[in-house]
């Protein structure tokens, strides 16, 4: 009988450290353990942070099991710990034989948890240098989409998402500093499987008193609990339709983006309450890859500079072709047209002369906001017309293209200091609502000051879904900028489908003017 349990116990000791896999092992120590002792019910607990349980495996019964309290205990159970290198790592418990528990059982089931002991030792050690393969490859993937000229925007998304994956997340998301706001970080990137999380994507968190915020600050990873609830009281008003998973959010992990002396922003990788939280070994893994990762932004930003520069090279060319070549012709063909218009003595034909000289003129100045637009990124301007067409670039990777950006009037002259920022922040809003919202494939926008200097209007056009629903569309900041300047706010559906946003402001008179 001794022989036959001795025998039994070294089967169920050489099964357990044959298998690298950590559920695996847990299992299988819960089902020999039941094996040994002829136990009804097994359950292996696993401790986590503050006195509860991380994991729980179970065989023969489905109890709920959250802290040590809730074990079975008594004399009709069999508790052993299981130590892994001198730390306790969890609790097995045994309970339902009927004729009760023995000294013999008892020796075997801590024979059994001496030997899961180690076993769990060698599965984490290897389930560990996988991950770090794991992050390895990712890392690796990085650099060859680098290789292959993928843009800094495609590098942030393939960033996230490889966190995502890899860390066997629910989430992961990019924040980056905030130009328009310095205080403030704003998400570029989402990454989720989870529908709708893309309503995150440009949600701005304060730097003070935030897990991103301190993260980038400090320098250092910060590792949080029930990230879900935060998200909804800081969002919750800037976003109304947050989805509802968001609050179910627990363990995330923020690390930042170091290159050299320079924080580029901060990398968040956060998961569902019923998963196992971040160890300190994946927050480590996690803060490896955050490093290579603000290496990767980095170069795409270099080799975005660089052909950006060889672009605008060539767009210098063309313009001066277009000024020197284009714009003379046409303007002497409408010198030729207009006196055509002054000799024909037939009142029709001079009408419709007429008609093609303005034409003419409307082309020419299309024409000189095209060589504006394409002289203006290699030319230090300042003006309101800069920012708007630096703007229009910046906004193609949340829109997925570059909207038509067209000037008219003396903007740089007539817009300035307080209005110039309600100007932009105007822009900014429209385009970020039409990339939110309307699933647009062509947006223009038209900035125009009329001849007096005295009104400026702006027209944001787009080809999508349509004015959006609810009481106010989340216009209400618009609404206020133009009330502040005497302005009106309009937005209807275009003549062809898609949305027209329209957007006034009386102008300050210069002091002096009259």
Known sequence: MIETSTRALLDAVAGIAADLDLPAVLRRVVESARALTGAGHGVLAVLGEQERFAEVVQSGGHAEYATAADLPDGPEALAVAVQVRDKVYGRLCLTGKDDGFTAQDHDQVAALAAAAGVAIDNATLYEEALRRERWRAASQQLTAALLTGEDSGKTLHTIAERARQVANASGAAIAMPNAQDPSTLVFEVVASPEPGHQKLVGATVPLEGTASGVAFSSGQPVVVREYGGYVVRQQAEAIPAMPV???????????????????????????????????????????????????????????????????????????????????????????????????TPDEQIAERVAGFVRELDRTIRDVRNSIFSLQEPAEAHAGVRSDLLRMAQDSSGMLGFEPRISFD????????????????????????????????????????????????????????????????????????????WNGTLTVNAGEHGGTVLAWTAELPRAEGAR
Not at 318 to 330: E, K, P
Not at 455 to 470: C, E, F, I, K, Y
Request: proline share 3%; charged share 30%; no cysteine.
């Open 245 to 343: 998973n968001v609050s179910s959010l627990d363990s995330a992990v923020v690390v930042p983006m170091i290159v050299g002396a320079d924080t580029l922003g901060v990398l968040l990788v956060t998961k569902f309450r019923d998963t196992a939280p971040f160890t300190d070994a994946e927050v480590d893994l996690i803060q490896d890859f955050a490093g290579h990762a603000a290496l990767a932004v980095e170069f795409a930003r270099a080799e975005g500079d660089r052909r950006r520069l060889a672009v605008f090279e060539d767009r210098d060319r063309i313009a001066r072709d277009l000024h020197d070549l284009v714009i003379q012709r046409l303007f002497a063909v409408g010198l030729g047209l207009e006196s055509l218009r002054k000799v």
């Open 409 to 484: 009037g003396p903007l740089d002259a007539a817009v300035t200091g307080p209005v110039r920022t309600d100007l932009l922040a105007t822009v900014r809003e429209a385009l970020s609502n039409v990339a939110r919202h309307a699933e647009a494939k062509a947006v223009s926008v038209d900035v125009a000051v009329d001849s007096a200097g005295r009104r400026l209007t702006v027209r944001v056009t787009d080809d999508g879904s349509g004015p959006g629903a609810g009481p106010d569309g989340g216009l209400t900041s618009l609404r206020r900028r133009a009330d502040r």
